[in-house]
């Protein structure tokens, strides 16, 4: 069989459920090197960009649960996901290359937590159902858990928040 045939045979990749709830003007999507305004309804997938200008806001719903809410001159790079599985709920990967991110990602009754894996400059943090504000620019990296628990990884050193209204903070250059 040619490698075309072979390729064309293969199931192609589930889209993100990755949806776009509200936009506050200016808002792109980048996909493939190629920018578009964003609208709501749009859909999110795999490798994009949506980027806010300022006074900018986009809000994004993740498989019909949780909430991604981006803050003025804000880009968020969607690495990929896995949809629910046995009992667990799905799970999100992304990036917020600078600016502002609130996640809402608590559980509803009778519905697995989503997790949610976010690079934060130089932290990674690991969010299954919590309720979070993340900011990242020049000077550094913050991380504020509003509710629920998070793990975070700088480098080797590993913790957790839990509870309601911590905070951890990473300067440039430590």
Not at 111 to 131: A, E, H, K, W
Not at 133 to 153: K, M, N, V
């Amino acid at each position: 069989m040619a490698l075309p045939a072979l390729l064309s045979a293969l199931p192609a990749a589930a889209p993100i459920p990755l949806e776009v709830i509200r936009v506050t003007a200016p808002v792109e999507l980048r996909t493939q090197g190629l920018s578009s305004s964003i609208q709501p309804h749009n859909s999110v997938d795999e490798g994009d960009r949506v980027v806010t200008g300022r006074n900018g806001r986009a809000s994004l719903q993740f498989a019909q649960q949780s909430m991604i809410t981006l803050g003025e001159n804000s880009e968020l790079y969607i690495h990929s996901a896995d949809p629910p599985d046995a009992g667990q709920g799905a799970v999100m990967r992304m990036q917020l290359t600078h600016g502002d991110l609130l996640l809402d990602a608590r559980s509803t009754e009778n519905v697995p937590p989503q997790d949610f894996r976010i690079n934060l400059g130089s932290l990674t943090v690991r969010v299954l159902g919590g309720y979070v504000w993340a900011t990242t620019d020049d000077s550094g990296e913050t991380l504020c858990l509003l509710e629920g628990a998070a793990e975070i990884t700088n480098g080797d050193t590993k913790h957790r928040l839990d509870g309601d209204r911590k905070r951890t903070r990473r300067n440039a250059g430590h």
